[in-house]
């Protein structure tokens, strides 16, 4: 399916979850994906990638004392890329008049071991409890 899609869409993201993909249609996505031109965004396990992406919510804004409506969040990313150090950056996701808006504190390589300042006003990383 997702090969299908790079004929009309730039960017296909699949989310494969723990599914493991055959070799032979990991060689035949990619390839017809960029042939076509388009950006693959995959979600799971994919081998010979040329980006790798990793994000862990660091904190939310919004909530007071463990109540209240979450405004946002941090998320503290990191970019591997073929032959490049790995990268990584503190980015607040916020809802913002019905748009989100992105900020992103110093960016700074993984070799340092140090975490990124965090900005002013996040709340810790509460224990978020989703209402069913």
């Not at 599914?19 to 042939?35: I, K, L």
Request: proline residues 10%.
């Amino acid at each position: 399916m997702a090969a299908v899609l790079a004929d009309g869409l730039d960017l296909i993201v699949v989310g494969l979850g723990d599914r493991d993909t055959p070799p032979s249609r990991v060689r035949a996505v990619t390839a017809r994906a960029r042939r076509a031109g388009a950006v693959l965004a995959v979600d799971g396990r994919w081998p010979n990638v040329d980006v790798r992406l990793r994000a862990e919510v660091a904190g939310y804004h919004g909530l007071r004392g463990g109540r209240g409506r979450v405004t946002g969040l941090d998320l503290d990313v990191e970019a591997v890329t073929r032959g490049h150090r790995p990268r990584r950056a503190r980015i607040t996701i916020a809802g913002c008049g019905g748009h989100v808006e992105w900020t992103s504190a110093t960016e700074h390589p993984v070799a340092k071991m140090t975490p990124p300042v965090p900005p002013p006003v996040p709340s810790p990383a509460p224990e978020l409890r989703v209402a069913q």
